[in-house]
């Protein structure tokens, strides 16, 4: 029988949708280390700076590091860093609207929507090279602003955590 040469490359060059999950929930699972992923053409280096978009730039080297963390909790609570640094992340909240769980907590100011919205944008580049499921990419990216409030929870947890070492330290 005749082979259709055709049907046979788009089969070659196209992985099925099986293989692909399969090999990223392993990459995840195990001590399996994926190769880094090439910065995407749409990431302009410049000068050891690699632009994000709208005038946000990060250091080369770092952003190379952050490309093999694994997990979209590390890479979103990392990113944050790289943006904003652990000084305005620890007086800042995700939405700007205070907590519910003390009485009289005052508000602090929100993170700019602007820059949020470009660390969505890069976990959603990050998260299309893993999978073509809207579905599975919407459902990772609605957990941004839960990562990022638990990055500043963590950023304030460790300065009263050093605040009690010094007082403590200061009274012997």
Known sequence: PAIDLEKVKS?????????????SE???TSSYYPAPAPVMDKYILDNGKVHLGSGIWVDEEKWHQLQVTQGDSKYTK???????????????????VATK???DAVPKPPLSPHKLSIVRECLYDRIAQETVDETEIAQRLSKVNKYI?????????????????????NLQ
Not at 11 to 23: A, D, N, Q, Y
Not at 149 to 169: P, T, V
């Open 101 to 103: 769980k003390k009485k």
């Open 78 to 96: 990392n990113l944050a860093v790289m943006i904003w640094g652990t000084d305005v992340l620890k007086n800042r909240s995700v939405t700007g």
């Open 149 to 169: 409030c638990e990055k500043i929870m963590d950023i304030n947890k460790s300065c009263k955590n050093e605040e009690r070492r010094e007082a403590k330290y």
């Open 11 to 23: 089969e070659c060059l196209e992985p099925e949708p099986e293989l692909r999950s399969t090999f």
């Open 26 to 28: 392993e990459a995840n």
